[in-house]
């Protein structure tokens, strides 16, 4: 993923996150040896970002963020059953766990990832309920 992390740096990761709309693109859920459900892989997309910041330079940044895909871990067994893009959903509690770099060899670029995970996320649909 390839998020700026200028506003999660400045503003911690759940204040950034609710400056941002998402969208649910698909799951996967995540089973144990027994088969039973822990949890899911989520991919979400920014579809808006409603934050700014100002470079050194002065120049003003806005909606950073929007169009990014990211993946991430939710801690529920409640793998929602989608059949196409869900707009305006909300992440429960969003948590970084790891940023890392990743570089090709001799390449003076290299990718910042993220490690995300959630404890739930809210469908729209399910008015302000948990799915």
Avoid: C, W
């Avoid at 992440?91 to 490690?115: C, E, G, M, R, W």
Wanted: charged share 20%; glycine share 8%; proline share 3%.
């Amino acid at each position: 993923m390839a998020l700026n992390l200028v506003s999660i740096v400045n503003k911690g990761i759940e204040q950034a996150f609710e400056e941002l709309d998402f969208a649910l693109l698909k799951t996967r859920p995540i089973a144990d040896d027994n088969g039973e459900v822990q949890g899911y892989r989520a991919t979400v997309v920014v579809t808006a970002d409603h934050s700014n910041y100002t470079r050194s330079n002065g120049e003003k940044v806005e909606g950073a963020n929007a169009g990014e895909v990211l993946q991430l871990t939710v801690h529920s067994s409640q793998v929602p059953t989608i059949k196409g893009m869900i707009v305006g959903i909300k992440l429960i509690k969003p948590q970084v766990h790891a940023v890392y770099a990743t570089t090709a060899l001799d390449s003076t670029f290299a990718n910042i990832n993220l490690s995300i995970t959630a404890e739930n996320i809210i469908l729209p649909s399910n008015k302000g309920g948990r799915q």
